[in-house]
C-alpha cells in the first residue's frame, strides 16, 4: 500500500499547488480593490466627480473634467477601432489563408505586444509635435493603436466560431457573400464581438502613457478635441506623485473610480457572454 | 415550376485529385431521384455542383454540363446568386440560422429576395410552415429562436426555409442521417410530397430510404456513375456486380 500513498501524495502535491495559484491570482485583484476601496472611498462623492480639480491646499477638488477627458478620448478611440477592427476581422475571415491576412494578424499579435509607452511616442512624433498640439483627438487616435488589435483578434475568433454550415445555408439560400456577412456572420457573432470590444476598452481606459504623451493634461473642461485634455490615468499618476497629502488622497479616490470603471466592464462583458450563452 | 435536371459527362477535381469522373444522369421533374453509394465516393459533390456551392472553396474545378431546363449552370456566365435561389437545399445537420426566430428564418429568403412584405410575408411564412408539415408544432412560438427546436423540426424548418423562395429543384444532402426514426418518417413523408411539384435529388446513406421514396436511383462509387435505373428495377436486378454487392453489403 505505501506506493499508493505515494501516488496519491503525487497527485495531491501538484494538484494543491495549482489551486494555491489560483487563490493567489484572485487574491491579488482583491487585495487590490480593497486597498483601492480603503483609500479612496472616503472622498468620493457627487461633487467630486463633477467639480474641477483645485489648487493644493484650496479644499472642493474633483476630478470632472479628467471623468470627462477620459470618457470622450476612450470613445473616440473606440469610434476609430470598433469598424476598422472589425473590417479587418471579416476580412481575415473570409480570406484566411492570404498572404494579406497571414500579415494582419501577425501585425495585431505584435502591436498587442508594444509597449504602450512607445504607441504614445508614436503618436507623439506623429501628430503632436507636427501640429504642435498636444489634443484629446491625439489621446483618441493613441488609445485606437492600442485597442484596434485587441478587437481585430477577438472580433476574427469570435466570426470563425460561425460554422460553416450557417454561412453555406444562406449562400445555398441564393444569399451573396456580402449579405451572408452581413446578415447572418456579423449579427450571429455580435455578441462576442462585443464582449471584446468592452475588454479593449477596459485595457484602454487605464492607459497613461499613450494619454500623457498626446493629450497630456489640463485644470479646464475640455471645450473641443483640439486642446490638451485631462484624463483619470494622467490625474492619478500626477496627483499621487505629488508631495500633497490632499492631491495623493484625491489620486486614490480617482483610482476607485478608473477601477470601478473597468471592473464594471469586464463584469458587463460576463453578463453577456452569460446572457449569449443561455439564449444558446 | 419543376425542370429536368440534366448532367453530361461532368467531370469534377479538388486541385488535382478527380472527385467525379465523367458522371451522366437525368433526373427528371416531378420525381425523387436518390444518390446512393459509400462515403467519399462523391454523391455529395455531384449534390453541390447543381446549386455550385462547390465555387466557393479555393481549388474546385469542373468539366461538363448540368442543364436545369435548357440553360447550362456551369456556364461562367450564370448567376450563381440567381441559380441558388431556383435550387433549394438541405443540408445532413439541421442548419437554421440560430441568431433568427422560427417566423425570420422561413422569411430570411423571402426578404433576402425581396418577394413578399408585411401581410403577404405571413401568410407565405405560415403556407411554407403548413406545408413542411410543422405549422401546427410552431404556430403559438414563433418568435422563439430556431435553433431551440428539435432535430427534426429543424431539418423541417429548413425544409419551409427553403420552400418559401419557391425553388424549382431540391437538393438533400443526407437529410435524415441526423434524425430519429419519427421525424425520419416525417421528412420522407414530406419528401413524397415536394415531389408533385418540384425535381428532388437525394443523397442517402440509407438503402430503405431509396428504396421507399425515390423513382430513379443511381449508384455512385469512386466518382463515377456505376448504373442508374428506375429504383425498383435496381434494387431487384441491379446490371453490374459492383451495384448488387454494394446492395446486399458485400462490398468491400
Known amino acids: ?280 | 415550376m419543376a425542370l429536368d435536371v440534366t448532367i453530361e459527362n461532368l467531370s469534377f477535381w479538388f486541385g488535382r485529385q478527380q472527385v467525379l469522373k465523367n458522371v451522366s444522369l437525368r433526373a427528371c421533374q416531378k420525381e425523387v431521384t436518390a444518390l446512393i453509394g459509400p462515403s467519399g465516393c462523391g454523391k455529395t459533390t455531384l449534390l453541390r455542383c447543381i446549386n455550385r456551392l462547390h465555387d466557393l472553396y479555393a481549388g474546385a474545378s469542373v468539366a461538363g454540363k448540368i442543364l436545369i431546363g435548357e440553360e447550362n449552370i456551369l456556364d461562367a456566365g450564370t448567376n450563381r446568386v440567381e441559380l441558388r435561389r431556383r435550387v433549394g437545399m438541405i443540408f445532413q445537420k439541421p442548419n437554421p440560422f440560430p441568431h433568427l426566430s422560427v417566423f425570420e428564418n422561413v422569411a430570411s429568403g423571402l426578404r433576402l429576395h425581396g418577394l413578399a412584405y408585411g401581410r403577404s410575408l405571413r401568410e407565405r411564412v405560415e403556407a411554407c410552415l403548413r406545408k413542411a408539415a410543422l405549422w401546427d408544432e410552431v404556430k403559438d412560438f414563433l418568435d422563439r429562436p430556431g435553433a431551440l427546436l428539435s432535430g427534426g423540426q429543424q431539418q423541417r424548418l429548413c425544409i419551409a426555409r427553403a420552400l418559401a423562395i419557391e425553388p424549382e429543384v431540391f437538393l438533400m444532402d443526407e437529410p435524415c442521417a441526423s434524425l430519429d426514426p419519427v421525424s425520419t418518417m416525417h421528412i420522407e413523408e414530406l419528401i413524397k410530397e415536394l415531389q408533385e411539384e418540384y425535381t428532388v435529388i437525394i443523397v442517402t446513406h440509407n438503402m430503405q430510404q431509396a428504396a421507399r421514396i425515390s423513382r430513379q436511383t443511381a449508384f455512385v462509387l469512386h466518382g463515377e456513375l456505376v448504373e442508374a435505373g428506375p429504383t425498383a428495377e435496381l434494387f431487384v436486378h441491379a446490371r453490374d456486380s459492383r451495384t448488387e454487392a454494394y446492395l446486399t453489403g458485400k462490398m468491400g
Open chain 1, 1 to 280: 500500500m505505501p506506493d499508493t500513498k505515494w501516488r496519491l501524495v503525487k497527485s495531491f502535491v501538484p494538484e494543491a499547488v495549482c489551486r494555491l495559484a489560483a487563490l493567489l491570482v484572485i487574491s491579488v485583484l482583491f487585495l487590490i480593490l480593497y486597498y483601492i476601496f480603503q483609500r479612496g472611498a472616503g472622498v468620493i462623492s457627487p461633487a467630486f466627480l463633477t467639480a474641477l480639480p483645485t489648487p493644493v491646499g484650496v479644499p472642493g477638488g474633483g476630478i470632472g473634467n479628467a471623468l470627462l477627458g477620459s470618457l470622450v478620448m476612450v470613445a473616440l478611440g473606440a469610434l476609430l477601432a470598433v469598424p476598422c477592427g472589425v473590417a479587418a476581422a471579416v476580412y481575415l475571415d473570409q480570406n484566411p489563408k492570404s498572404r494579406l491576412a497571414a500579415a494582419c494578424r501577425f501585425a495585431s499579435r505584435v502591436l498587442t505586444g508594444v509597449p504602450s509607452l512607445i504607441v504614445g511616442l508614436f503618436v507623439f512624433t506623429l501628430l503632436v509635435l507636427r501640429t504642435g498640439q498636444y489634443s484629446a483627438l491625439a489621446g483618441g487616435i493613441a488609445l485606437a493603436v492600442m485597442m484596434m488589435p485587441v478587437i481585430t483578434l477577438s472580433a476574427e475568433e469570435m466570426l470563425r466560431l460561425v460554422p460553416n454550415s450557417w454561412r453555406e445555408a444562406s449562400l445555398a439560400l441564393g444569399a451573396s457573400k456580402k449579405q451572408t456577412v452581413l446578415r447572418l456572420v456579423l449579427p450571429a457573432a455580435a455578441a462576442g464581438i462585443a464582449v471584446g470590444v468592452m475588454l479593449a476598452v477596459a485595457l484602454a481606459a487605464g492607459q497613461t502613457a499613450p494619454v500623457l504623451l498626446t493629450a497630456l493634461t489640463s485644470i479646464f473642461w475640455p471645450e473641443n478635441l483640439l486642446q490638451p485634455t485631462a484624463s483619470l490615468p494622467v490625474l492619478i499618476y500626477t496627483y499621487a506623485i505629488s508631495p500633497f497629502a490632499d492631491w495623493q488622497q484625491q489620486a486614490w479616490g480617482a483610482a476607485l473610480v478608473l477601477v470601478v470603471m473597468v471592473l464594471m466592464l469586464n463584469i458587463a462583458a460576463q453578463l453577456f457572454i452569460a446572457v449569449k450563452n443561455r439564449r444558446g
